[in-house]
């Protein structure tokens, strides 16, 4: 805390003043600090400057330029050699492999999806390119290298919706997409600029699930879309069942993956490699008997290296009407909006609660990097790319290092019995990188050879398989199954028992179901290309007039803040986190905990400090969040990561390093 000299011979002999005594300026300092006695000082780790107006609570329009990337550059640079050192594990072997299928095999599908509605102005090559773009970029410069950036879903449907929109009026598409990408850079740099990702504290898992439900549900209907284009003869028949039979097969290597059957090991294998080699055994599959008398469709591809179309890499932005430079502004706003959500939400979700992540985040540098490739894209003429849902949270996911332990939960249905633990996350820059150059490799003449052999009812299989998958994960299904559920099966530990109204549940998910229905209905019209705003009003619903409805019991069970607080130091925190003393009964609970990660300040993951209990903040919160500060610097940080049943619930503690102060929880309370 800051302190100033008197003139008082009392004061210059000892320089700490009395407990009662107030800093400059009349105010009280808070009834915390009274215990702290003559070691308070030790909390806070050292600051380069001191003010005697630290108090003072900024103008909300006084804007610290470039806080927040200084800051993210700051807390992650210490880390960039061990990001490539500690890549020595055997798990970024499979985690490679696994997310080059994972990002590739999708790119494809959708590369197909914008082949055919674009009349070939995107193929395979400006996909791939894409991806490469994006995994070297933010593998190389990324505060977040776990998150893996490629072409989505939604910036499918904003490509052919811009097309169909401006190829009528004769503008030139690539040159009028080249300055959307353009003009959006200059409004990511802004944002980046203004420190405009603190606004993420304010996002929970509420707007989260409908995203990625809206995200789901698009894997499933591209992958209808592709059938639907297999004709009506025996190949369409055939498409059918062999995607049908991907998606069996592909699910079920990721139920094995996860459930108690045979060896670890195998489960292991199972998990990482299964999805690629049932790709791998489907394209040969349909060349067995009279099934290779049937003509099937497969992915078009063109020459190695070269554009789809006949042009060149590099696109001549000024063969374009004036008026269509400007014309390309609302597009780019809405892109930026999209990327703003899309890309941070994808990195949220990454560096989930469920995740015992030990090294800091940076949402400012990597919004200015995301700026940067879009771009750069624009004037490749490529697909604008971003942060990848499903792909970025099973990235992170692909890299824990889990162990068999014995359940010690008391409280539990399952104690005594065996179940998975993460012990840690092999957090480094290797795995992004390296399935990026294998992406780059895959625009070789030879294996475009072989890509060009499979399937499209195999990709339409994958499809499937990524819908399914993220829809079993996602919040809103699993709400929706405890809703279904026989209340007297219904585990007593389970969180959203324990909410008195039921109703509120249904009303809950209702309102989360309309949401996904107007994003998802809006992208099947013209004006798919508005849909970031509807996902961008998600927010301020959650955070302002859902309070007015719900308690904050009913909210604390029902929602959940996406990534823990030391993942959103650089954003301010989550919204509404204060820090409150544990009852004996909440310490005895949060002592029973399924992954616990110490972070200590001195420890070489955390080299100087960087929490601070928030009631001992010099600053306001505003001034907390631009300098991507947040609740718990100075603390000896004890995370816990619990899953309480199927509302996606967290545990979490965080232990004061000085001794005899109380444990505190974090807890969500909404102004």
């Known amino acids: 805390m800051t302190t100033q000299a008197t003139t008082s011979s009392a004061n210059e002999a000892h320089p700490w003043p009395p407990?009662?005594?107030?800093?400059?300026?009349?105010?009280?300092?808070?009834?915390?600090?009274?215990?702290?006695?003559?070691?308070?000082?030790?909390?806070?780790?050292?600051?380069?400057s001191t003010s005697v107006k630290s108090n003072h609570t900024p103008a909300w329009w006084k804007i610290r330029l470039f806080r927040g990337m200084i800051k993210d550059v700051r807390r992650r640079a210490p880390y960039y050699i061990s990001d490539w050192t500690d890549a020595w594990d055997y798990r970024v072997i499979p985690a490679t492999v696994y997310m080059y299928f994972a990002n590739i095999l999708p790119a494809l599908a959708f590369s197909l999806d914008m082949f055919t509605k674009t009349h070939m102005s995107f193929g395979v090559n400006e996909v791939l390119l894409a991806s490469v773009l994006g995994a070297v970029v933010f593998s190389v410069a990324a505060a977040q290298p776990l998150v893996i950036v490629g072409v989505t879903g939604p910036i499918t449907v904003f490509n052919y919706t811009v097309y169909d929109i401006m190829t009528p009026t004769g503008t030139n598409y690539f040159a009028f997409m080249c300055w959307v990408g353009l003009w959006s850079l200059v409004m990511h740099w802004f944002?980046?600029?203004?420190?405009?990702?603190?606004?993420?504290?304010?996002?929970t898992r509420f707007s989260c699930d409908i995203f990625g439900f809206y995200v789901a549900f698009i894997y499933l209907q591209k992958g209808i879309q592709v059938l639907t284009r297999q004709g009506s003869d025996s190949g369409f028949y055939l498409s059918v069942m062999v995607s049908l039979l991907v998606l069996g097969f592909g699910y079920a290597c990721g139920v094995i993956g996860s459930r108690q059957l045979f060896q670890h090991y195998i489960r292991v294998f199972v998990k990482d490699y299964g999805t690629p080699l049932t790709v791998v055994f489907f394209t040969g599959f349909v060349h067995i008997g009279r099934m290779r008398e049937?003509?099937?469709n497969t992915l078009p591809t063109s020459k190695a290296f070269e554009p789809t179309s006949?042009?060149?890499?590099?696109?001549?932005?000024?063969?374009?009407?004036?008026?269509?430079?400007?014309?390309?502004?609302?597009?780019?706003?809405?892109?930026?909006?999209?990327?703003?959500?899309?890309?941070?939400?994808?990195?949220?979700?990454a560096q989930g609660t469920e995740f015992p992540l030990r090294k800091p985040a940076g949402f400012h540098w990597d919004l200015f990097l995301l700026g940067l490739t879009t771009g750069v894209a624009g004037l490749l003429g490529i697909p604008f790319p971003n942060g990848l849902i499903p792909q970025a949270p099973f990235h992170t996911d692909s890299l824990c290092v889990r162990k068999v332990v014995s359940n010690d939960d008391e409280g539990g249905d399952n104690k005594g019995h065996m179940?998975?633990?993460?012990?840690?996350?092999?957090?480094q820059r290797v795995s992004n990188l390296a399935q990026g150059l294998l992406t780059l490799g895959t625009m070789t003449g030879p294996l475009l050879i072989v890509i060009g052999l499979i399937p499209q009812g195999v990709l339409a299989g994958l499809f499937f398989v990524?819908?399914?998958?993220?829809?079993?994960?996602?919040?809103?299904?699993?709400?929706?199954?405890?809703?279904?559920?026989?209340?007297?099966?219904?585990?007593?530990?389970?969180?959203?028992?324990?909410?008195?109204?039921?109703?509120?549940?249904?009303?809950?998910?209702?309102?989360?179901?309309?949401?996904?229905?107007?994003?998802?209905?809006?992208?099947?019209?013209?004006?798919?290309?508005?849909?970031?705003?509807?996902?961008?009003?998600?927010?301020?619903?959650r955070t302002f007039l859902l309070p007015k409805w719900?308690?904050?019991?009913?909210?604390?069970?029902?929602?959940?803040?996406?990534?823990?607080?030391?993942?959103?130091?650089?954003?301010?925190?989550?919204?509404?986190e204060i820090a409150e003393t544990l009852s004996p009964a909440d310490l005895a609970k949060q002592s029973r905990v399924d992954a616990t990660v110490v972070a200590d300040s001195g420890s070489s993951s955390n080299p100087g400090g960087i929490f601070t209990d928030p009631r001992q903040s010099e600053d306001s919160d505003e001034g907390l969040a631009e300098r991507g500060e947040g609740p718990g610097i100075?603390?000896?940080?004890?995370e816990s990561w619990k899953k309480e049943g199927r509302s996606g619930r967290v545990g979490e503690s965080i232990e004061m390093q000085r001794p005899g102060m109380n444990r505190r929880s974090m807890s969500r309370q909404h102004r």
Not at 20 to 37: F, R
Not at 319 to 329: E, P
Not at 515 to 530: E, L, P, R
Not at 634 to 638: A, E, H, Q
């Open 19 to 48: 407990r009662s005594s107030a800093p400059p300026g009349g105010n009280t300092l808070p009834a915390a600090s009274a215990s702290l006695g003559s070691h308070e000082h030790d909390l806070h780790r050292p600051r380069t």
């Open 191 to 203: 944002l980046a600029f203004t420190n405009a990702c603190n606004g993420l504290k304010y996002v």
């Open 294 to 296: 049937v003509s099937l």
């Open 310 to 349: 006949d042009r060149g890499w590099f696109i001549h932005f000024w063969n374009i009407r004036v008026g269509d430079v400007f014309i390309a502004i609302p597009f780019a706003v809405l892109l930026t909006i999209l990327f703003y959500f899309d890309h941070n939400v994808s990195s949220l979700i």
């Open 419 to 427: 179940v998975t633990k993460v012990v840690h996350v092999v957090e």
């Open 466 to 541: 990524m819908g399914v998958q993220a829809l079993e994960g996602n919040g809103i299904t699993l709400k929706m199954l405890f809703l279904a559920r026989d209340k007297t099966l219904t585990p007593a530990s389970e969180p959203l028992k324990r909410i008195k109204r039921r109703l509120a549940v249904w009303v809950f998910v209702a309102i989360q179901l309309l949401g996904f229905g107007a994003t998802f209905a809006i992208t099947q019209t013209i004006a798919a290309v508005g849909f970031p705003i509807i996902i961008l009003l998600l927010i301020p619903v």
């Open 550 to 576: 719900f308690t904050q019991e009913e909210l604390s069970a029902l929602d959940a803040p996406t990534a823990s607080p030391f993942t959103m130091i650089s954003v301010g925190g989550n919204f509404g």
């Open 634 to 638: 100075g603390l000896k940080r004890r």
